[in-house]
């Protein structure tokens, strides 16, 4: 026999489709339209047999009538006149007795994709859109889907949309879901199919008769309907509340979106209902076979746990990872468990995680070790103790990681410095990649004075700064070795000089030698402003940085419920490295504002001007601000927009800190190195207000869980509070405003300070009024740009969330 992919091997099979003696054996004209179709699919060209399979369509074999049309939709592209001669045939087709071959005649003829075959496809459509086969009627509702992508910009036919509307009561539910998506795709440009309440009922009451996949679509439909009374909306949740428990998991995934969208900002409470009734079928998909549904689980889980913190915790255990899982997989559990940590598990989690700080893959040893140092920012002692051991394997994967998260450790929790910086007496021989190198440097810089080996391994990195290549490690090792020099000049001095001098002179890169330049030029300026610059001020120790992700509300993320958006965000739930911030507040913390004149001002006494209050800039005086009536997170603008608070994009602690004490004129009205038109221009973008409030007995020895709660639910973040029973105390908190409106404005990002210090300013005089010594509340905040709509009802809505534990005005 020819080789089944030459010329004489096409000619073969030609020579076998025409024989006469072939065609009158059934089973041999069968065999033969199979070694086509074979050859086909092993790649070989059999294009020019188009003519002789056409014939063979024209049989009552409804084997050989598949393998035929096989042949013919795959090259019907390239044979658009030929194919002409198979439309008679297949409407034939669609009028036979046997409706298996109506339904495969319809199928193919659809199938063909020739755009000028349509005036012929559309009337045996049509027809079978009322044939008394379910198996007929299947295909041809998808059939008028296929004809419209065939010609998009055509226009619809609205009789043939009537009908898919009127097919949705079909008594075949698979005939009901065809017509669901095929509506969706012809009405695409109009926002789908159109569900009314008749719609809506009937697809509900129907449910249980579709199959997995008719089921999600329907419920995906369903998200589209509002229900017209919160009866009606309680009567669809009771119904799709067994679906809740479906041991199908797409279907408990897609009933679960169609209940967060149904109940959205109105009934939180039934959404948290169906998060948690939900999480059994979760867990069992997180010990899935299949690591993709495994892996979509996971995403999933953490999509709950971000307005659930503690759903999960008691079944912590499942997510510990299998010796045979893949890498990505164990690095989501990680992310898990780290969210899933409490008083209760954390000494288990801590020698789960420890285990796998050795794995062979150097990913997962190296996630293992960041996951500790996350849990680090709450249990810092036990942590510690586990990451500083790692140190003695003297494993480069591992010594560098566990550099980076020390680094990260002593940035928000700088109680841990002095441990650190005993941990890294020798490892920098076994640091070889520059993130490493760069977090070594760092805390060199920073704790250069507790480290006794710091100036000397400066020296070290310096000897070999030619052959260095990262510049982020050069720049580290700059700024380094001046801030080390400020504090041990002796020892430093000399290495300085020498790392000036090669940075100035023999540097290529040109961001290094600017920053040499730039210190070099400052040490001329004198060790007093060299140290203003490099040793500023220091994250305040008796601040605990709130650990992990705050409770949001579910409405925050409902959307992107069964969707690939959770797939596509890699790091969710893992906190980043400390980041650059793009920008700096320029702000004035003088006091500017009395917040509860501007909120009050005619209340018990005539308003005077004075009661216009200014929001006070560095830059030129801002108009008067009328107060407004509040709408708790919604507050009115004058103009009659709408004021929103939004906890998105978060803020990191770093960034938090940067933008806070960052600036031309920090916290104490230190002037900044910064140009003149540089300061103006970002003054006129800034505003500062501060005022003192009467704080009640509640709020007198610590900030209570109450008052994290209200301005949660004011959608006001807390980033960080003192720890309890300290005075003073204070809240660290921000925000996002959006003004809507006829003439609506941008974002703006409001950060917020609540200190309580045990007395007021001004006491003095009050004593020396007769009054006695109060107590009070300072409110300090800061706005970027400027808004002033958006300041004042950001500070109508803090006043309402700090009323229950304020006692008026001090």
Request: charged content about 20%; glycine content about 8%.
């Amino acid at each position: 026999m020819p080789y089944l992919g030459g010329e004489e091997a096409v000619k073969e099979l030609r020579r076998a489709l025409s024989n006469p003696h072939v065609q009158g054996d059934p089973l041999r004209y069968r065999s033969t339209v199979l070694r086509v179709i074979r050859a086909m699919s092993q790649g070989a060209d059999v294009a020019g047999l188009f003519s002789e399979m056409v014939k063979a369509c024209a049989t009552a074999d409804v084997v050989q009538k598949k393998l035929v049309y096989v042949f013919l939709c795959s090259y019907a592209s390239l044979n658009q006149e030929l194919s002409l001669l198979v439309i008679n045939t297949l409407r034939k087709d669609c009028q036979d007795a046997n409706p298996m071959v109506r339904s495969l005649a319809l199928r193919n003829m659809t199938n063909l994709r020739l755009p000028s075959l349509v005036e012929y496809v559309q009337q045996p459509l049509t027809a079978g859109l009322r044939d008394r086969a379910a198996c007929v009627r299947r295909v041809a509702v998808l059939g008028w889907a296929k004809l419209h992508s065939l010609q998009p910009h055509a226009d619809i036919d609205a009789a043939v949309v009537n009908e898919l509307y009127s097919m949705l009561r079909d008594g075949d539910p698979v005939v009901m879901v065809n017509c669901l998506r095929a509506l969706e795709e012809i009405l695409k440009e109009e926002g789908g199919v159109a569900v009314n309440k008749a719609i809506a009922h009937h697809l509900l009451n129907r449910l249980k008769e579709c199959d997995v996949w008719g089921q999600c679509e329907v419920l995906g439909v369903l998200q589209r309907y509002r229900p017209h009374t919160e009866e009606e909306l309680f009567d669809i949740l009771s119904l799709l509340d067994p679906c809740l428990l479906s041991p199908n998991v797409p279907v408990m995934a897609a009933t679960l979106a169609l209940f967060l969208s149904l109940c959205g900002r109105g009934l939180p409470a039934v959404s948290l209902a169906a998060l948690q009734r939900a999480q059994g079928p979760l867990l069992a998909a997180c010990g899935s076979a299949s690591q993709e549904m495994k892996f979509t689980a996971l995403c999933h889980v953490q999509l709950l746990l971000r307005s659930l913190p503690g759903l999960m915790g008691e079944h912590y255990k499942r997510f510990f990872c299998g010796y045979a899982e893949p890498a990505y997989i164990k690095q989501r559990k990680m992310q898990v468990l780290v969210e899933l940590v409490n008083d209760d598990n954390v000494g288990f989690v801590l020698d789960e995680l420890k285990g796998y700080c050795t794995d062979v893959s150097p990913d997962t040893a190296q996630a293992a070790i960041s996951a500790i140092g996350r849990i680090g920012r709450s249990y810092s002692d036990q942590c510690l103790e586990i990451v500083t051991g790692l140190l003695a394997l003297k494993q480069e994967h591992i010594t560098s990681v566990v550099v980076q998260t020390m680094r990260d450790l002593v940035w928000v929790c700088p109680q841990c410095s002095e441990s650190v910086c005993e941990a890294l007496e020798g490892c920098e021989d076994t640091l070889q990649d520059s993130q490493g190198r760069q977090a070594l440097l760092w805390l060199l810089g920073v704790h250069g004075d507790r480290v006794s080996s710091a100036p000397y391994v400066l020296e070290a990195f310096v000897e070999q700064v030619r052959s260095e290549m990262a510049a982020g490690v050069k720049t580290e090792l700059l700024t380094a070795t001046m801030r080390v020099f400020l504090c041990r000049p002796a020892e430093t001095q000399d290495t300085l000089g020498r790392l000036l001098h090669h940075c100035i002179e023999e540097e290529a890169d040109m961001s290094v030698r600017d920053l040499a330049l730039l210190y070099y030029r400052l040490l001329h300026c004198g060790i007093e402003e060299t140290r203003s610059v490099l040793q500023g001020r220091r994250s305040d120790p008796s601040l605990g940085v709130l650990i992990g992700r705050p409770a949001e509300p579910v409405s925050q993320w409902a959307r992107s419920f069964n969707t690939l958006e959770p797939l596509r965000q890699c790091n969710t739930g893992a906190e980043s490295a400390p980041q650059a911030v793009p920008y700096h507040l320029a702000l004035d913390p003088k006091p500017s504002l009395d917040l509860c004149d501007a909120l009050t001002p005619g209340q018990g006494r005539e308003q005077t001007a004075a009661d216009s209050v200014n929001l006070l800039l560095p830059g030129p005086s801002a108009g008067p601000l009328a107060p407004g009536p509040s709408a708790g997170p919604l507050a009115p603008g004058s103009g009659g927009g709408q004021l929103s608070l939004s906890l998105s994009p978060a803020l990191s602690p770093q960034q938090f800190e940067r933008l806070w004490l960052g600036g031309p004129q920090g916290p104490h009205g230190e002037p900044g190195a910064r140009g003149q038109e540089e300061e103006e221009e970002e003054e006129e973008e800034c505003v500062c207000v501060q005022q003192w409030m009467g704080v009640s007995a509640a709020l007198r020895l610590s900030p209570p869980p109450p008052l994290q709660a209200a301005l949660q639910q004011a959608h006001i973040q807390t980033m960080a509070f003192t720890p309890p029973h300290t005075l003073p105390w204070r809240v660290y908190l921000y925000t996002h405003t959006q003004r809507g409106g006829p003439l609506p404005r941008g974002p703006t990002l409001v950060l917020g300070e609540l200190l309580y210090t045990g007395a007021l300013e001004g006491d003095q005089e009050r004593e020396g009024e007769g009054g006695g010594s109060e107590r009070g509340l300072r409110v300090t905040v800061k706005q970027r740009p400027r808004d002033d709509e958006a300041m004042r009802g950001f500070l109508q809505v803090l006043s309402d969330a700090l009323h229950p534990f304020s006692t008026g005005r001090c």
